[in-house]
């Protein structure tokens, strides 16, 4: 089974803020690596597909890149509305998430 | 609008049976694979099955098979998990979850979760 990572696994951070989320899978997974979004008490929310593809509706300031073993979810200004827990996804072959990376507010 | 609305969740004793029901509206059901997903308290997401728009193929993570079975009415636009035999190590909420594909090369396809229900939870607890 193909098992993910993220880093960190927490990370806190102040409204304004550049954020960068790893995740790593352990074989390659060209770009079959998906983001989702989870609040408290909510359902996760899809930011991102293919590794790089913005989902319809998701705001500009959320990006992703990678291909293969290594990927990043960037937001490059943070807004209030963006502290979440983020999770990465892999589809290579049956879908597997990895642990998440919780942002907080510094 | 495009929705799902998991239902059927509660709380049953180790052992006991319970079938969730995830119903779909807004748009062609039966043209879609389908996913449960779950999220034991504090813990991460973690996929739990998966299976085809006609329901001729279905796929269990390794924790659950043998217990749980994934099946739909495509007439009632409903997605179902029974679950059998359970412990206290299911107890978490599900999710239902639409699988959308993206062809990135003639029948080359990128999957990812683009509708998500809100989720049922299922407490296992004597």
């Known amino acids: 089974a193909i098992r993910m990572t993220q880093s960190p696994s927490s990370l806190s951070a102040s409204t304004g803020d550049r954020v960068t989320i790893t995740c790593r899978a352990s074989?390659?997974?060209?770009?079959?690596l998906a983001w989702y979004q989870q609040k408290p008490g909510k359902a996760p929310k899809l930011l991102i597909y293919?590794?790089?593809t913005l989902q319809s509706g998701v705001p500009s300031r959320f990006s992703g890149s990678g291909s293969g073993t290594d990927f990043t979810l960037t937001i490059s200004c943070l807004q209030s509305e963006d502290f979440a827990t983020y999770y990465c996804?892999?589809?290579?072959?049956?879908?597997?998430f990895g642990p998440g990376t919780k942002v907080d507010i510094k | 609008e495009v929705q799902l609305v998991e239902s059927g969740g509660g709380l049953v004793q180790p052992g006991g049976s319970l079938r969730l029901s995830c119903a779909a509206s807004g748009f062609t059901f039966s043209s879609y694979w389908m996913h449960w997903v779950r999220q034991a308290p504090g813990k991460g997401l973690v996929w739990v099955s998966r299976?085809?728009?006609?329901?001729?193929?279905?796929s269990y993570a390794d924790s659950v098979k043998g217990r749980f079975t994934i099946s739909r009415d495509n007439a009632k636009n409903t997605l179902y998990l029974q679950m059998n035999s359970l412990r206290a190590e299911d107890t978490a909420v599900y999710y239902c979850a639409r699988e959308a594909r993206l062809e990135w090369l003639p029948f080359y396809y990128y999957y990812y979760m683009d509708v998500w229900g809100k989720g049922t939870t299922v407490t296992v607890s004597s």
């Open positions: 074989q390659g997974i060209s770009s079959y």
């Open positions: 293919a590794a790089s």
């Open positions: 299976i085809n728009s006609d329901g001729s193929s279905t």
């Open positions: 996804q892999q589809y290579y072959s049956y879908p597997g």
